[in-house]
Every structure is written in C-alpha cells, then in structure tokens.
C-alpha cells in the first residue's frame, strides 16, 4: 500500500524536489502546503498518514501546524523537517509533541526511514535533542 503524506514547505522548488524524489520512492504526496495554516486545512480533509512540516515559514509556523493538527487528530503522524538551529526553536522543540525531526540538509534515505518508522507508531528524534528532553 502506498503512503499518503502532505509535504509543509515554504519554499516551492524544495517542495517539489521532494515530491519528485518521495513519489519516485512510491510514497504519494497528496498536498502540498505553503504554510501552518494551509498545512491544517489539508490535514482536515486529507488525513495523511504522515506530514512533513517545516517549522520557520511566514505567517503560520510548523508549531501552529502542530498544536492545530493535534486537535484534529491527537494520534496523526507529524515529522518536523527543518533548517531551524536558533536557541529559541531549539527549546520549543523540546516541548512539542512531534514523532520525528529531521534537520536540513538530509539524506534522503534518513527520511525515507523516517517516514516509515513513524507510520508504523515509532519515533525518530536526534540524539541531540532527546538527551535535553
């Protein structure tokens, strides 16, 4: 069975360099959203198995996405994938409830398995950021 995921990004060319490389590895990217905002709206219909969500965007953040996402569906499956390395983002990181983070750039088979450990009920968070949790 092929794999449903919404792809959060601000930036379009990521975006669909992603939805290229994830949908040649038969994983059907079913939206793309701009922004946390757009990111809940196609949660609400779509219900993915799985958002990729990027956290620094205009207007709404990954973390608004989040929290909006988690009030639809506590158990949906939310892999942050960001560039984001500030101290602030780093300590609110510590406080979300967020199955997987993935720092950019990232190798694609990392997200890959990412991806399928989250689907299946695991977690993927770095070291780094587990060991201050």
Do not use: C, W
């Not at 290229?20 to 949660?43: P, T």
């Not at 398995?113 to 950021?129: C, D, L, Q, W």
């Amino acid at each position: 069975m092929v794999t449903q995921v919404i792809i959060v990004e601000d930036d379009p060319d990521s975006a669909d360099i992603l939805t290229e490389y994830l949908e040649m590895k038969e994983i059907k990217v079913v939206a793309k959203a701009k922004d946390g905002k757009e990111a809940v709206e196609y949660y609400s219909k779509l219900k993915p198995e799985v958002v990729l969500l990027d956290i620094i965007m205009p207007g709404y953040d990954g973390f608004y996405a989040l929290e909006r996402i988690r009030e639809i569906d506590n158990n949906a499956k939310v892999i942050f994938v960001t560039a984001a390395t500030n101290a602030t983002t780093q300590a609110r990181l510590f406080q979300v409830n967020v199955d997987g983070i993935i720092f950019k750039p990232f190798e694609i088979d990392y997200l890959l398995e990412t991806i399928n450990i989250v689907k299946n009920g695991g977690k993927r968070i770095p070291n780094s950021i587990r060991a201050q949790i």
